[in-house]
T-cell receptor
Framework: NAGVTQTPKFQVLKTGQSMTLQCAQD?????MYWYRQDPGMGLRLIYY???????DKGEVPNGYNVSRLNKREFSLRLESAAPSQTSVYFC?????????FGNGTRLTVT | AQRVTQPEKLLSVFKGAPVELKCNYS??????LFWYVQYSRQRLQLLLR??SRESIKGFTADLNKGETSFHLKKPFAQEEDSAMYYC???????????FGTGTSLTVIP
């Protein structure tokens, strides 16, 4: 039982490059989330998916897209990376309560 | 609108001293309140939630609906308590969670 698994753990991109952050959970949870964590700003919700087949914007969705591929997987895509997207990204899932987090992806955009 | 406020970004206490991390919230309805902890370069993990009313690692938190607060307390801080602490609120449709900006606690030996 791995919980919430994120890949990659680290990534360096150049401005304008694209990439997809992967997230999978094996707890049969309905809801999944993507957060970014920045110093002094805490955790901010980018997108969430209340159930398979649905996605909704959070607080800071601009510059990102998501796909809820199936119940297990929820990916986050940066189409054209910008330095402002340098952050640590966390995926999380929830069944009833509480949130379970992945280990995070540390992304640097130069 | 800011739903969860943690007024202290940084908090330092000496080992053995009491510690209180403040959290205030604003939400119409009946939210569920949580404290999450993040040790250095690790994932966030649940520390405690108000509905369970339990003590984890010596920490407690009481929900005060009148003051809309959910402060985290521990009577005697330990060095291993040094971490980032986030207060979080759950409410609304879709299991939405809102986090505060976090408080970085340092326990000085």
């Amino acid at each position: 039982n791995a919980g919430v698994t994120q890949t990659p753990k680290f990534q360096v991109l150049k401005t304008g490059q694209s990439m997809t952050l992967q997230c999978a959970q094996d707890m049969n949870h309905n809801s999944m989330y993507w957060y970014r964590q920045d110093p002094g700003m805490g955790l901010r919700l980018i997108y969430y998916s209340a159930s398979e087949g649905t996605t909704d914007k959070g607080e800071v969705p601009n510059g990102y897209n998501v796909s809820r591929l199936n119940k297990r997987e929820f990916s986050l895509r940066l189409e054209s990376a910008a330095p402002s997207q340098t952050s640590v990204y966390f995926c999380a899932s929830i069944g009833n309560s509480p949130l379970h987090f992945g280990n995070g992806t540390r992304l640097t955009v130069t | 609108a800011q739903r969860v406020t943690q007024p202290e970004k940084l908090l330092s206490v000496f080992k053995g001293a009491p510690v209180e991390l403040k959290c205030n919230y604003s939400y119409s309805g009946s939210p569920e309140l949580f404290w999450y902890v993040q040790y250095s370069r690790q994932r966030l993990q649940l520390l405690l939630r108000h509905i369970s009313r339990e003590s984890i690692k010596g920490f407690t938190a009481d929900l005060n609906k009148g003051e809309t607060s959910f402060h985290l307390k521990k009577p005697f801080a330990q060095e291993e308590d040094s971490a980032m602490y986030y207060c979080a609120l759950s409410g609304g449709s879709g299991n939405q969670f809102y986090f505060g900006t976090g408080t970085s606690l340092t326990v000085i030996p």
